[in-house]
């Protein structure tokens, strides 16, 4: 579709509704966040650009070389194929009975789980759904009295030890005292003749431990904090990250990561259709794309509803009064109409003259000469008979036709000067 092709009607219609997409489209980009951002309540989900979320732990995973993904499908055997590591921080969302069961097993087969269970601060205990309560005990350190999101420092050979592989190179650590695992209780259940290694231990309690779980592992996190968009710049915490998606992938710096959103509410739609229209209006020039394409398609629809090349309107000159008396008598003349012209004529002028004299319209010709003559000095009893006669007997030309009009348009104008 060429513009020169559009209508005036079509470009101006344009012309309007641009400026309205890229207005809307800059509204869009002012108002709503390019991404998730975070939500109402602390949820270190990778999705998240906000304080507690995890994205740049997530994306200094990817930078490092690691395969890193998230899973927004229910845990099996099919999703777990090909992973090394699973990374669940503070579910909001239960595992379900086959989720866990799969998630078990397949740790016990040799691969690593970083877990930060998290408690249930927020949404009640729901029948049916899992939270790692019966695998890991984590709760607010009931020794010492904790001030709400109070950062804890921890020193290498202090609180953590430096020969360890998850603490190598680290000096000093940051995390929040608000939970911790109890010393010499860390595991309970299927867990409990797991070997534990206490690897991060303050007044507080344990922040972190590793769990030995067949030919698997745990990595047991109690706080998230270190490893949150605000913390994870903190001294060394981004290298503690760092060793620990090196343990957790046995040295492969190409291994495969996954972080568990689906358990964060972040499921994958079951439409590819609803999924790329989702992903699309949150992105940042969301909809002004969408805008730009209704427009676009108005245009199209404007350009094709006609047949043959559009055009503008033309607008035909005003006629003028001669032209409209010209083409009547035309008219008059090739129907042979002449006597209606002239009976037509008549009794428009003679019903004038009855209403300019204030008689009634059946007076006769004589009282209506009568009247005429001292007002005007017009004597028109003859004309008035003639007419008289020749619409009785018809037969008038069209020069009889144009006589009789001239002559009573000059009385009538006669008479109203006068008056």
């Not at 431990?209 to 270190?226: E, F, M, P, Q, S």
Request: charged share 25%; glycine share 8%; proline share 5%.
């Amino acid at each position: 579709m060429k513009l020169l092709q559009l209508s005036r009607s079509d470009r101006l219609l344009l012309g309007i509704l641009l400026p309205l997409a890229l207005l809307g489209a800059l509204i869009t980009w002012l108002v709503l966040p390019p991404k998730k951002e975070g939500s109402w309540i602390r949820q270190p989900s990778s999705f998240f650009n906000s304080g507690s979320g995890t994205k740049v732990a997530y994306l200094a995973l990817e930078r490092l070389g690691y395969q890193v993904s998230r899973l927004r499908q229910p845990i099996s055997r099919d999703t777990l194929e090909g992973l090394e590591a699973m990374v669940i921080l503070e579910p909001v969302i239960g595992l379900e009975k086959e989720e866990r069961r799969a998630l078990g097993d397949w740790v016990e087969e040799g691969h690593c789980l970083v877990l930060a269970p998290g408690v249930r601060s927020v949404f009640p205990t729901v029948p049916g759904t899992w939270f790692f309560d019966n695998w890991i005990n984590v709760a607010p350190p009931s020794t010492k009295v904790v001030e709400p999101n109070e950062k804890v420092p921890a020193s290498a050979g202090d609180e953590f030890s430096a020969h360890d592989p998850l603490c190598a190179g680290v000096r000093e650590m940051v995390s929040r005292a608000d939970f911790r695992f109890q010393s010499g209780s860390v595991v309970k259940g299927p867990l409990v003749a797991s070997v534990v290694d206490e690897i991060w231990r303050d007044d507080y309690g344990v922040a972190a431990a590793r769990v030995r779980y067949g030919d698997g592992k745990i990595i047991a996190l109690a706080d998230t904090y270190w490893l949150s968009n605000r913390g994870i710049d903190e001294v060394d915490n981004s290298l503690f990250l760092a060793n620990i998606a090196h343990e957790a992938t046995n040295g492969n710096r190409r291994g495969k990561i996954a972080f568990d959103e689906i358990h964060h509410g972040f499921r994958v739609s079951a439409s590819p259709e609803l999924a790329i229209m989702k992903l699309m209006l949150d992105e940042y020039w969301g909809w002004g794309v969408v805008q730009a394409a209704l427009v676009g398609v108005l245009g199209l629809f404007a350009a094709g509803v006609r047949f043959g090349k559009p055009r503008d309107i033309v607008q035909q000159p005003r006629r003028q009064h001669g032209e409209f008396a010209e083409a009547a008598g035309r008219t008059l003349h090739d129907a042979q109409a002449a006597d209606l012209a002239y009976r037509t004529l008549y009794q428009h002028y003679r019903s004038r003259l009855c209403k300019l004299l204030h008689v009634p319209p059946d007076v006769n010709a004589a009282d209506m000469a009568r009247a005429i003559a001292p007002r005007c000095g017009h004597d028109i009893s003859g004309l008035l008979n003639e007419a008289d006669e020749k619409v009785r007997s018809g037969g008038a030309s069209r020069v009889e036709v144009l006589d009789i009009a001239t002559q009573f348009h000059r009385i009538l104008e006669d008479l109203e000067h006068a008056a």
